[in-house]
């Protein structure tokens, strides 16, 4: 039996991250779109690595744990990558509390329950959560440790207190980096690890949705005016992957890496500082 890596979200990050570090394990890759999964998993089987696609809704535990059920058929689980997910400009607020908040947790919460000994994880936030003003240490708390459960019921998430796509987002991003903190004691409990990166404008299908959309001009400008003075790649975000999930990241847990060619930065300090 081969070990098992768990890839839900079937884009060009979460495919960057499998092709990185996924050779020799069987790759089981859930997407929402199953053609999405299948897409990727013949560009990988043709290029010598073993995926299997599977449908799977990250926005459902029953989901989730369907998705696992199907992967402990090859092996022990000791990978997980989470790279499914939900922009500003693709879905109404509660879609993206719902996939992108809640569907994180649970899906953090159920592979820690099965994750292998030494196994490792990494989950996508954003670079997002980290231009919201910080929230109080009680909403840390709040987002770090509620049950999965009770998540959507904050009163802070609540529609009167989420003013739109962009703050729900970045909500559940910020929620991403403070579950992973949690979580990363209780797999530590199992000797294995997690951590969270959270990446600037990366050009994948969802990053070219957001160029497109509303906030287009916003984006642009955003990597023009970052240090870096572009958008970065996929396999950027994978060479920070390889860090956190292989040998020379053994002492790296709970932790959150920012890659953003120095967007945020900028935004404090630079030229991407809001105007008053
Ligand atoms: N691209 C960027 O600039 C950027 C920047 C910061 C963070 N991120 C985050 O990176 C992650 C991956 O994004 P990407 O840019 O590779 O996007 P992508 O569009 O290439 O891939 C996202 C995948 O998630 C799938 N998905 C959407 N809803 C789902 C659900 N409910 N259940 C299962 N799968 C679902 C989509 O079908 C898609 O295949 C997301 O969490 C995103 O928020 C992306």
């Known amino acids: 039996m081969k070990e098992v890596m768990i890839l839900t979200g079937a884009g060009q990050i979460g495919m960057a991250i499998a092709r990185r570090i996924g050779f020799g394990k069987k790759i089981v890759v859930g997407d929402k ?15 010598g690595f073993d995926v299997t696609p599977a449908e799977m809704d990250l926005s ?18 000791s990978m997980l990558v989470n790279a499914a997910g939900v922009s500003p400009s693709q879905a109404p607020v ?15 919460e159920e592979v820690g329950r099965v994750i292998k000994e030494g196994g490792v ?5 954003s670079q997002s959560g980290h231009r919201m003003p910080a929230l109080t240490p009680e909403q840390d708390e709040l987002l770090a440790i509620t049950p999965t459960e009770e998540l959507l019921s904050l009163e802070m998430l609540q529609p009167e ?8 987002y970045q909500m559940a991003k910020r929620c991403n980096e403070k579950r992973v ?8 409990e199992r000797g294995a690890r997690l951590n969270d990166i959270a990446p600037g404008i990366i050009v994948t299908p969802l990053a070219l949705d957001e160029f497109n959309g509303p906030r287009g001009d916003f984006y642009k400008n955003m990597f023009a005016k970052c240090p870096a003075g572009r958008p970065g790649t996929a396999d950027e975000v994978a060479n920070v992957a ?5 040998p020379a990241g053994a002492f790296i847990t709970g932790s959150t890496i920012l890659i953003d060619g120095g967007a945020t930065a900028s935004y404090y300090y630079g030229p991407l500082k809001p105007q008053e």
């Open 33 to 47: 779109s199953l053609k999405n999964a299948e897409t990727i998993a013949k560009i990988m089987n043709e290029a």
């Open 60 to 77: 459902s535990r029953e989901s989730i744990k369907n998705l696992i059920k199907e992967a402990l058929k090859y092996g022990e689980i």
């Open 94 to 108: 509660e879609t993206i509390l719902k996939v992108d908040l809640y569907g994180t947790a649970v899906l953090l």
């Open 121 to 125: 994880g990494v989950t996508i936030s």
């Open 161 to 168: 207190n989420i003013r739109d796509t962009l703050h729900a």
């Open 181 to 188: 903190m949690a979580e990363a004691v209780k797999w530590g």
């Open 242 to 246: 390889e860090l956190l999930m292989g």
